[in-house]
């Protein structure tokens, strides 16, 4: 099984890195561009935020409200501290320290998140954190002094990689596709350490894990913990993307963005939160040109609705349904 | 994905079929729309889209001899959702122009993101921030829309000189577009030695009652609103529930069809408001009478208010320099629009209102400005223009360099600079 999971997820890295080129030979130019930077890219920015939901709910059994949250911890750490930001807050660093400093505050973000909510499950624990998603929302947007209040802090352009410039479409898109490959290997890796079993057995179990001996408070704050460092990268590629951040990257539709796509994609597998920020970006794109512009958000509802009523664990649960439809070989 | 893909290329194959038949025709100009379809701001958004429709209709789609595609975003007045927008209008649907967009926050982001173009031009929808043009302006980015802060000009003088009221309250939305509207008030008003409270609040609040529990126990004159949309009803409706009784003095995109046209409670307490701005219900002027005439038979019927609203107007009017522009240079886009652009600087024509607009060297509107009082008649509320100034430019007719001295606009830089000495 997992040496399935990991050949398939291979075969889509392998897609991915051909897909500019296959735009290229598809599309006009600038269009090319922009599926490659705007719909790929920031579909896989977008993914790596609702896979730090994903590990969560898969492994740990936690919906997390807080984590567009914490991407934007590190969106607003790295606006504030870098050079060239307009308002200038503070200043002073380079990106080279800037973004470590970002994914930082992003995990230690993370890890209060989880030690605030580390006694609560379920709609409790959705509850918590949807709340202080909420309040640090609010906090910043009505804070002029760190966080310039409404309009947010601009111009963060990004750095130069090796001589390319990060303003690239296609420096951007291979640099999102590398940390997100990173990153999701790097999940399938540690799910498979002790600190993953032990993870899992508290998902099924933390009564009968706390009885083995293991300290189940500190192992579930540490995931929030990794899910908070997961959440920084992606914030920070967002915040780039969007050359500065505003506190309505970070509010309540941006929240409810990032748990529709790791719903349409499938809770059950990290890889789902991909599939589903993919089929997200795409209808939120384009959805005013298939349908009515001025009804377009119905659509995107529409969507929604089909695939959790069609299929209740997303298009991957979508899809192991229809393997065992047409073959009924090795269901999961 | 494929779907789409796949239409997409049968459509420009079935037109790229069509248009070969024909005699060598020009290729259309592309004009991307975007106005906030979603949001606080949505009826505005959509009041915007209805003028600029009604005046494409107005030309049969053509300037120059070329025809105009008019392609529609939509943003919900967030700055990252509008620069997502502007970016597939460019990238993927193509356009040569962008007319939009609507709100504050918005604007600055696309003047930003219009640096990073080469060979297309944005032409602002009806979004008023005074730092989009006054400080850091790009070059292919152009407003034939005054500001908020011009839209205040006389305002505060009347206020404290004609009303004789030295005290006020003054309600305002937390960010770029009203921090310029109360900058505007604010100068004047301050100048003249009138003393100023401010209560500001997030955009997208709903509930404003602590707010005017405060307001209503303290002793000022008067209580100036500078909300809108949705926003606005809601202060509106939830002042006139809690009693509230002080002399109104209003921002220009509250005393408004797109609030007037609204069913509730805040329309017996806006009766008498007296507010300041691009444009009015009432004015009286020949060619205005005839565009809301025009607007009125086009839709009435089909959801339209009973007179254009400003973000409808500002829209227009922005269009109105677009058209005035491609039809100097005969819908030559050529040479990265060098051209066009130039055109657009040098424009001069007459908004829907029957005011003289022109640029100034930042590629900013001067034009006139309105002192308005909503009145009753023909059985509904309308805003009435009593006075107007002509040729009201970006720092209000003072030097720039004092202006700009002032400082940008913002929450703790409200414009209230005492008498000088």
């Given at each position: 099984?997992?040496?399935?999971?990991l050949?398939?997820?291979?075969l889509?890295?392998?897609?991915?890195?051909?897909?500019?080129?296959?735009?290229?030979?598809?599309?006009p130019?600038?269009?090319?561009?922009?599926w490659?930077?705007n719909?790929l890219?920031?579909?896989?920015?977008?993914?790596?935020?609702?896979?730090?939901?994903?590990?969560?709910?898969?492994?740990?059994?936690?919906?997390?409200?807080a984590?567009m949250?914490?991407?934007g911890?590190?969106?607003?750490?790295?606006a504030?501290?870098?050079?060239?930001?307009?308002p200038?807050?503070?200043?002073?660093?380079?990106y080279?320290?800037?973004?470590?400093?970002?994914?930082?505050?992003?995990?230690?973000?993370?890890l209060?998140?989880?030690?605030?909510a580390?006694?609560?499950?379920?709609?409790?624990?959705?509850?918590?954190?949807l709340a202080l998603?909420?309040g640090?929302?609010?906090?910043?947007?009505?804070?002029?002094?760190w966080?310039?209040?409404?309009e947010?802090?601009?111009?963060?352009?990004g750095?130069d990689?090796?001589g390319?410039?990060?303003?690239?479409?296609?420096?951007?898109?291979?640099?999102?596709l590398?940390?997100?490959g990173?990153?999701?290997?790097?999940?399938?890796?540690l799910?498979?350490?002790?600190f993953?079993?032990?993870?899992?057995?508290?998902?099924?179990?933390p009564r009968?894990?706390?009885?083995?001996?293991?300290?189940?408070?500190?192992?579930?704050i540490?995931?929030?913990g990794?899910?908070?460092?997961?959440?920084?990268?992606?914030?920070?590629?967002?915040t780039?993307?969007?050359?500065?951040?505003?506190?309505?990257?970070i509010?309540?539709?941006?929240?409810v963005n990032?748990?529709?796509?790791?719903?349409?994609?499938?809770?059950?597998?990290?890889?789902?939160?991909?599939?589903?920020?993919?089929?997200?970006?795409?209808?939120?794109?384009f959805?005013?040109?298939?349908?009515?512009?001025?009804?377009?958000?119905?659509l995107?509802?529409?969507?929604f609705?089909v695939i959790?009523?069609?299929?209740?664990?997303?298009?991957?649960?979508?899809?192991?349904?229809l393997?065992?439809?047409?073959?009924?070989?090795?269901?999961p | 994905?494929?779907?789409?893909?796949s239409?997409?290329?049968?459509?420009?194959g079935t037109?790229?079929?069509?248009?070969?038949?024909?005699?060598a025709?020009?290729?259309?100009i592309r004009?991307g729309?975007?106005?906030?379809?979603?949001?606080?701001?949505?009826?505005?958004?959509q009041?915007g889209?209805?003028?600029?429709?009604m005046?494409l209709?107005r030309?049969?789609n053509?300037?120059?001899?070329?025809?105009?595609?008019?392609?529609?975003e939509s943003?919900n007045?967030q700055?990252?959702?509008?620069?997502?927008?502007?970016?597939?209008?460019?990238?993927?649907?193509?356009?040569?122009?962008?007319l939009?967009?609507?709100?504050?926050?918005?604007?600055?982001a696309?003047?930003?993101?219009?640096?990073?173009?080469?060979?297309?031009?944005?032409?602002?929808?009806?979004?008023g921030?005074?730092d989009?043009?006054?400080?850091?302006?790009?070059?292919?980015?152009?407003?034939?829309?005054t500001?908020?802060?011009?839209?205040m000009?006389g305002?505060?003088?009347?206020?404290?000189?004609?009303?004789g009221?030295?005290?006020?309250?003054?309600?305002?939305?937390?960010?770029?577009?009203?921090?310029?509207?109360?900058?505007?008030f604010?100068?004047?008003?301050?100048?003249?030695?009138?003393?100023?409270?401010h209560y500001?609040a997030?955009l997208?609040?709903?509930?404003f009652?602590?707010?005017?529990?405060?307001i209503n126990?303290?002793?000022?004159?008067?209580?100036?609103?500078?909300?809108?949309?949705?926003?606005?009803?809601?202060?509106?409706?939830q002042?006139a529930q809690?009693?509230?009784?002080?002399?109104?003095?209003?921002?220009?995109?509250?005393a408004?069809?797109?609030?007037?046209?609204?069913?509730?409670?805040?329309?017996?307490?806006?009766?008498?408001?007296?507010?300041?701005?691009?444009?009015?219900?009432?004015?009286?002027?020949?060619?205005?009478?005839?565009y809301?005439?025009?607007?009125r038979?086009r839709?009435?019927?089909?959801?339209?208010?009973?007179?254009?609203?400003?973000?409808?107007?500002?829209?227009?009017?922005n269009?109105?320099?677009?058209l005035?522009?491609?039809?100097?240079?005969?819908?030559?886009?050529s040479?990265?629009?060098?051209?066009?652009?130039?055109a657009?600087?040098a424009?001069?024509?007459k908004?829907?209102t029957?005011?003289d607009?022109?640029?100034?060297?930042?590629?900013?509107?001067?034009?006139d400005i309105f002192i308005?009082r909503?009145?009753e008649?023909?059985?509904r509320a309308?805003?009435v223009?009593?006075?107007?100034?002509n040729?009201?430019?970006?720092?209000?007719?003072t030097p720039?360099?004092a202006?700009?001295?002032?400082?940008s606009p913002s929450?703790?830089?409200?414009?209230?600079?005492?008498?000088?000495?």
């Amino acid at each position: 099984m997992h040496s399935r999971v990991l050949l398939w997820s291979a075969l889509g890295l392998a897609l991915l890195l051909v897909m500019p080129w296959l735009l290229l030979q598809a599309l006009p130019q600038n269009q090319a561009q922009f599926w490659t930077a705007n719909i790929l890219g920031r579909g896989i920015v977008f993914g790596i935020i609702a896979m730090s939901l994903t590990f969560l709910a898969t492994y740990g059994g936690f919906i997390s409200l807080a984590q567009m949250m914490v991407a934007g911890v590190a969106g607003y750490t790295l606006a504030i501290f870098v050079d060239g930001a307009v308002p200038r807050i503070a200043g002073g660093l380079g990106y080279g320290l800037a973004i470590p400093l970002a994914i930082l505050a992003a995990t230690v973000m993370g890890l209060i998140v989880g030690a605030i909510a580390v006694r609560t499950r379920d709609i409790y624990l959705l509850m918590i954190t949807l709340a202080l998603a909420m309040g640090i929302f609010r906090f910043i947007e009505t804070n002029i002094a760190w966080f310039n209040g409404y309009e947010g802090i601009r111009n963060v352009v990004g750095p130069d990689v090796f001589g390319f410039d990060f303003r690239n479409a296609y420096v951007f898109y291979y640099i999102a596709l590398g940390t997100a490959g990173a990153l999701y290997f790097g999940v399938l890796y540690l799910v498979r350490t002790p600190f993953g079993l032990v993870l899992q057995g508290i998902r099924d179990n933390p009564r009968r894990v706390a009885a083995l001996g293991y300290a189940v408070g500190p192992h579930r704050i540490a995931a929030f913990g990794v899910a908070g460092f997961i959440a920084g990268c992606g914030g920070v590629l967002a915040t780039i993307y969007n050359i500065g951040i505003s506190p309505g990257s970070i509010g309540l539709g941006a929240t409810v963005n990032v748990l529709i796509m790791s719903v349409i994609g499938g809770l059950g597998h990290p890889i789902g939160a991909f599939v589903g920020s993919l089929v997200f970006t795409f209808f939120d794109t384009f959805s005013a040109s298939i349908y009515d512009r001025e009804r377009f958000n119905t659509l995107i509802g529409v969507v929604f609705l089909v695939i959790v009523l069609l299929s209740p664990d997303g298009l991957l649960g979508a899809g192991a349904r229809l393997r065992k439809m047409l073959g009924g070989r090795d269901a999961p | 994905m494929t779907f789409s893909l796949s239409r997409r290329t049968a459509l420009m194959g079935t037109g790229a079929l069509l248009a070969t038949p024909a005699f060598a025709q020009r290729a259309p100009i592309r004009l991307g729309g975007l106005a906030t379809l979603e949001g606080p701001f949505a009826t505005g958004g959509q009041d915007g889209f209805r003028c600029v429709q009604m005046e494409l209709e107005r030309i049969n789609n053509t300037v120059g001899g070329r025809r105009i595609e008019f392609i529609r975003e939509s943003s919900n007045a967030q700055a990252d959702v509008a620069l997502a927008r502007a970016r597939k209008l460019i990238e993927q649907d193509n356009v040569d122009i962008i007319l939009g967009p609507l709100s504050g926050a918005e604007g600055i982001a696309l003047r930003d993101y219009s640096r990073t173009l080469t060979g297309k031009t944005i032409v602002n929808g009806s979004s008023g921030a005074a730092d989009t043009t006054l400080r850091n302006p790009s070059t292919n980015f152009f407003r034939f829309n005054t500001d908020g802060t011009q839209w205040m000009a006389g305002l505060g003088n009347h206020v404290f000189r004609t009303m004789g009221i030295r005290d006020v309250a003054i309600v305002a939305g937390d960010y770029a577009f009203p921090y310029a509207q109360v900058f505007g008030f604010n100068i004047e008003f301050c100048r003249a030695g009138g003393r100023t409270t401010h209560y500001w609040a997030p955009l997208g609040t709903t509930d404003f009652g602590s707010q005017i529990a405060q307001i209503n126990r303290s002793d000022v004159g008067a209580l100036v609103v500078v909300h809108g949309g949705t926003d606005g009803l809601a202060f509106m409706t939830q002042y006139a529930q809690a009693g509230g009784n002080k002399p109104l003095i209003a921002g220009s995109i509250m005393a408004d069809q797109s609030m007037l046209s609204a069913r509730g409670p805040h329309r017996r307490v806006m009766v008498g408001m007296i507010s300041s701005g691009p444009i009015a219900d009432v004015i009286d002027d020949q060619s205005w009478r005839d565009y809301v005439e025009r607007y009125r038979r086009r839709w009435l019927n089909e959801g339209g208010f009973q007179s254009p609203s400003i973000h409808g107007v500002n829209y227009a009017t922005n269009l109105a320099g677009i058209l005035t522009a491609l039809a100097a240079v005969d819908g030559d886009l050529s040479g990265n629009q060098a051209a066009f652009q130039r055109a657009l600087a040098a424009a001069r024509f007459k908004a829907p209102t029957g005011a003289d607009v022109r640029l100034d060297h930042n590629r900013q509107a001067i034009s006139d400005i309105f002192i308005n009082r909503v009145e009753e008649r023909d059985g509904r509320a309308q805003v009435v223009a009593f006075s107007r100034a002509n040729g009201i430019n970006q720092t209000l007719n003072t030097p720039e360099a004092a202006f700009l001295a002032l400082g940008s606009p913002s929450r703790d830089n409200p414009g209230c600079v005492p008498a000088a000495t």
